[in-house]
């Protein structure tokens, strides 16, 4: 009797433990995709920064960009400082760039053309993610995910509807 109860308890601690103590796979979200430039690029003097962005709110608001972007709603990458940049006068570039878990309802490149790095005015959505035509497309990214196949046009001199 002893030793039926000890198997039948060795069968159940046996088919309980489908995987055992090992960890899941070990993803950080983020978004990668495709850059394309199809339009002449600007002087390099009037294009001071370009930077991907993704954010959580749209529209977005001129007033509320900056604290957006300090609330962590708004992500910029590769990180909103006056010496990142994506690379100018490449007309073909992939990105991945980490985010949280969250929706992000408006995707594209921001370029920076006035010497104010606090004033809106010196800054353009110069492409965007499209649904269609102008009409941001929504991506919803989980944890432990990576959302591929992203693919921005920027056009610097037919810009999709301006956000702020």
Same mark, same amino acid.
């Given at each position: 009797?002893?030793?039926?109860?000890?198997?039948?308890?060795?069968?159940?601690?046996?088919?309980?433990?489908?995987?055992?103590?090992?960890?899941? !796979?070990?993803?950080?979200?983020?978004?990668?995709?495709?850059?394309?430039?199809?339009?002449?690029?600007?002087?390099?003097?009037?294009?001071?920064?370009?930077?991907?962005?993704?954010?959580?709110?749209? !529209?977005?608001?001129?007033?509320?960009?900056? /604290?957006?972007?300090? /609330?962590? /709603?708004?992500?910029?990458?590769?990180?909103? /400082?006056?010496?990142?940049?994506?690379?100018?006068?490449?007309?073909?570039?992939?990105?991945?760039?980490?985010?949280? !878990?969250?929706?992000?309802?408006?995707?594209?490149?921001?370029?920076?053309?006035?010497?104010?790095?606090?004033?809106?005015?010196?800054?353009?959505?110069?492409?965007?993610?499209?649904?269609?035509?102008?009409?941001?497309?929504?991506?919803?990214?989980?944890?432990?995910?990576?959302?591929?196949?992203?693919?921005?046009?920027?056009?610097?001199?037919?810009?999709?509807?301006?956000?702020?």
């Amino acid at each position: 009797m002893k030793s039926l109860l000890l198997s039948v308890l060795l069968i159940v601690l046996l088919t309980s433990c489908d995987g055992g103590l090992t960890l899941p !796979p070990l993803i950080e979200p983020a978004l990668e995709g495709t850059i394309t430039v199809q339009s002449p690029w600007p002087p390099q003097d009037s294009v001071k920064n370009l930077w991907l962005f993704a954010s959580q709110i749209f !529209p977005v608001d001129s007033a509320n960009i900056f /604290s957006g972007i300090f /609330s962590g /709603s708004i992500i910029i990458y590769p990180g909103l /400082s006056l010496d990142s940049t994506l690379a100018y006068n490449v007309n073909v570039q992939t990105f991945h760039a980490k985010v949280p !878990p969250a929706t992000y309802y408006y995707i594209g490149i921001l370029a920076r053309h006035g010497d104010q790095f606090l004033e809106t005015s010196s800054y353009r959505v110069v492409g965007i993610l499209e649904e269609g035509p102008g009409q941001p497309r929504t991506v919803i990214v989980r944890n432990d995910e990576v959302v591929s196949g992203l693919q921005i046009t920027v056009d610097f001199y037919n810009l999709p509807p301006q956000p702020f």
